[in-house]
């Protein structure tokens, strides 16, 4: 996506270096002081691309945060390639760590503090997974989580062990720069690109076709064959010592914050199993959750329609699903509220 057109008087912050690397976030301030809850918005990307200026930036979760009075914070993370998930998993905590400390609140106003009992994290497409990570490995804990058309919520599935068909993303990217891709070991945590996507978009979708998303994003040549061997429910028994962490839905537990997903019935990138699995965890460790799902919705939910629409296609029921997923964000949103109402 191309990069997006940003509200005005966001501020950018480092919260960690590694390996002389800056890894970054944005936030923006309500015109509300006091003590303020925050949201933190993870994008998507596939792993390995995408940015926190990236054109999916949620204005609608923007606006309201706005309006609620909530800190907005978009934030970066390590891509897959050289990086791993392993790596995410450490961000997300540092990000935690940067935002608890001393260094966040010496950039606010005076009259301005962060409630962190009241940090919400959202991730949509591959965020989810750190917005997930932070669920489980972060200090403080998150007071709750938003998930759209979220990836993370199962990684052992067949979904990600087997190749499987070009999604319909496919087709605008570019395969043969895959080699390059691969032989370049720069760290990268900012990949904003034009058009649909990046080049390093093609990582995702040559690991998908060839049944290795899995060696890709854990950097383990061999994985996706490995546990392809084993049953759904024995997988986690064969993943090596060093990547179990990185397997978050066997971390699951009761103590683990309130929880939304908005998925997409029609999605072919990250299926719906992937929210439907944890929404029904949750719900049997008691952990008050929500899933809302949209009937036809893709991958990307409204975005793809309003893109395809802006281009003079039209998508057969597309204005009902944009009209679906607006509802559903409200919903989403309404359940963020309450629970930072009631800490």
């Given at each position: ?68 009075g909530y800190i907005f914070i ?268 009631g800490i």
């Amino acid at each position: 996506m191309p990069p997006a057109k940003l509200p005005e008087e966001g501020k950018t912050l480092v919260y960690s270096t590694v390996d002389n690397h800056e890894i970054k976030f944005d936030y923006w301030l309500p015109r509300t002081e006091g003590n303020l809850p925050a949201m933190i918005y993870y994008h998507g990307g596939g792993m390995t691309a995408g940015s926190r200026r990236s054109g999916g930036f949620p204005h609608w979760m923007y606006n309201h945060c706005q309006e609620k009075g909530y800190i907005f914070i978009s934030a970066d993370y390590r891509l897959c390639h050289p990086s791993n998930a392993i790596d995410q998993i450490e961000d997300a905590k540092a990000l935690f760590t940067f935002l608890s400390g001393p260094s966040f609140d010496t950039q606010l106003p005076q009259a301005t503090t962060l409630d962190t009992t009241r940090i919400a994290v959202s991730g949509f497409s591959a965020g989810a997974y750190s917005a997930r990570a932070a669920c489980l490995y972060a200090t403080p804990k998150p007071a709750a989580l938003l998930s759209v058309y979220g990836l993370g919520g199962h990684m052992l599935l067949d979904h990600w062990t087997t190749a499987r068909p070009p999604t319909s993303l496919a087709k605008f990217f570019d395969l043969s720069s895959v080699p390059a891709l691969l032989a370049d070991k720069t760290v990268v945590s900012d990949d904003v690109g034009e058009g649909l996507g990046t080049k390093r978009f093609a990582l995702t979708i040559h690991w998908e076709i060839t049944g290795t998303f899995l060696d890709g994003v854990f950097q383990r040549p061999g994985l996706g064959e490995m546990l392809n061997a084993f049953p759904v429910e024995k997988r986690f028994e064969a993943v090596p010592d060093d990547l179990k962490s990185g397997m978050l839905q066997e971390f699951v537990t009761r103590d683990y914050p309130p929880s939304v997903f908005v998925h997409g019935k029609a999605d072919e990138v990250v299926s719906p199993a992937e929210s439907e699995f944890q929404y029904e965890q949750l719900g049997n460790l008691g952990v008050a959750t929500e899933l809302i799902l949209i009937d036809n919705g893709p991958h990307g939910l409204e975005g793809p329609i309003k893109m395809r629409k802006a281009m003079g296609q039209e998508v057969e029921g597309g204005e009902k699903v944009i009209e679906d997923c607006m509802e559903a964000y409200q919903k989403a949103l309404v359940f963020i509220d309450g629970v930072f109402a009631g800490i």
